[in-house]
């Protein structure tokens, strides 16, 4: 398996204490606020019922290391829980990767 990653944890977790206060979702069709990193979680909300997410930073983290593309079927062995269009959407925010999935370069 090809690792693509060239960012440790801890950097990756800065990234995310970087975000804006909104980011869109994957889709566009709404938003996520409220981003914030809680011991081994990121928590957001959905804009469009306000209802919490969680996703493991762990996951999420391997999901970017194993990556070259992401969309939410590419997504899905990584995280655990049907959370897949917000994790692509937290890496899009942090410009890990463009909007239609490609993978930048840091």
Known sequence: MIVYSSISRKEFANLIGQLPAKIPSFSGRTFYYDINLQGDYIHLKRG??????????????EAY??????????????????????????????????????????
């Open 48 to 61: 469009s019922n306000d209802a919490e997410v969680r996703i493991k930073l762990k996951e999420l983290h």
């Open 65 to 106: 290391c194993r990556l070259e593309r992401i969309d939410t079927a590419m997504i899905r062995p990584y995280i655990t829980g049907r959370v897949y269009s917000p994790s692509c959407a937290l890496l899009v925010a942090m410009k890990l990767y463009h909007p239609d999935g490609r993978r930048t370069t840091l």
